[in-house]
């Protein structure tokens, strides 16, 4: 699955959100919960590796799992969680 990192936090575009062919970017702007949270994830268990997300993001914060940057690796953990407790 892909995942988003740092750079969305305080961006939240939704460029991604209007790509993506299988609606599993989250919380889109109509949801209760979007403005509570800092940054937009994808659900793992729905993405299915378009790439879509990664071309429609203008500060490249979208990534494929396996090219995470290091730094940004808890990231991955960080977007399954948000969908665990939804
Ligand atoms: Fe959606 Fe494709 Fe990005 Fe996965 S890779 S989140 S399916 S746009």
Redesign the pocket.
């Known amino acids: ?2 995942v988003i990192a740092e750079p969305c936090i305080g961006t939240k575009d939704n460029s ?1 959100v209007e ?7 989250h919380p889109t702007p109509d949801e209760p919960d979007y403005d509570k949270v800092e940054m937009l994830f ?2 793992p268990d ?9 071309e ?1 993001c203008p500060v490249d914060a ?1 990534f ?1 799992e396996d090219q995470l940057p290091e730094e940004w690796a808890s990231f991955a953990e960080r977007n399954a969680a948000y969908f665990a407790g939804r």
Do not use: F, N, S
Not at 19 to 25: E, G, L, R, T, Y
Not at 48 to 53: G, H, Q, W
């Open positions: 699955a892909y991604c790509v993506c062919p299988v609606d599993c970017i994808i659900d729905e993405c299915i590796d378009c790439d879509a997300c990664v429609a979208c494929a």
